[in-house]
């Protein structure tokens, strides 16, 4: 027993340690862009970025919740499209000036930007020049862009639209305006991920499309 007592012990004391750094991360959230998130794929980084610039940055779970946190000077950004339907789009109809959605469902997209079409197959994600004169993308530079492609066309003179980041025919950042009202379409969340914000442009251009109102 005698010279088995140190290694029991240290055993135990390793086991306890693990059970509480396990305890203490239990809390940590984990979801895509997720602005309470420190894990690779949560956007605390970015947020605390846009609170250094003064943009209050509010999450809300469901579109109610956005509904009534939203104003109309402010920014709504959807961070994943492929989960909102036509309900939860018609809550939100009117309720900010600028829009953000990252990978938009076919519901989503049709809303925000009639007329669009998305690829039919995701393309790789990797870093490409703007190639446009959307302001926000020119002052990033080469950004991480890729996942869902779109094709905008120009529907009439009245209404703006952009395509920026194109690779095969196929844009990976579309913005359309329209009274005053933009609504900007993102095939990727990777710009906006705690791992890959702070590479290539990535960091100006999420600050750039996220930033230009007061409220997020």
Known sequence: MRRWRLPIITAVIVLLAAGLIAWSRSGERSGLLDPRSAAPSGSKALAELLRDQGVQVDLAETAADAARLAEA???????NGQLIGPSQLSRL???ASRIVVVAPSGAALGHYLPGAVAAPEPIDVRTRDP???????TAAGAARTGGMG???PQ???SIAVTSCYLDGGWAFLAQRVEGGVSATALGTPDPLTNDQVGKDGNA????NLLGERPHL
Do not use: E, N, W, Y
């Not at 000077?73 to 961070?79: E, F, K, N, Y």
């Not at 100006?204 to 600050?207: T, W």
């Open 93 to 95: 109809t009117g309720v």
């Open 155 to 157: 529907p009439r003179p």
């Open 131 to 137: 190639g446009c004169s959307l302001p926000a993308a």
């Open 150 to 152: 779109f094709d905008l």
């Open 204 to 207: 100006a251009l999420a600050m």
């Open 73 to 79: 000077d402010a920014t709504l950004l959807i961070a």
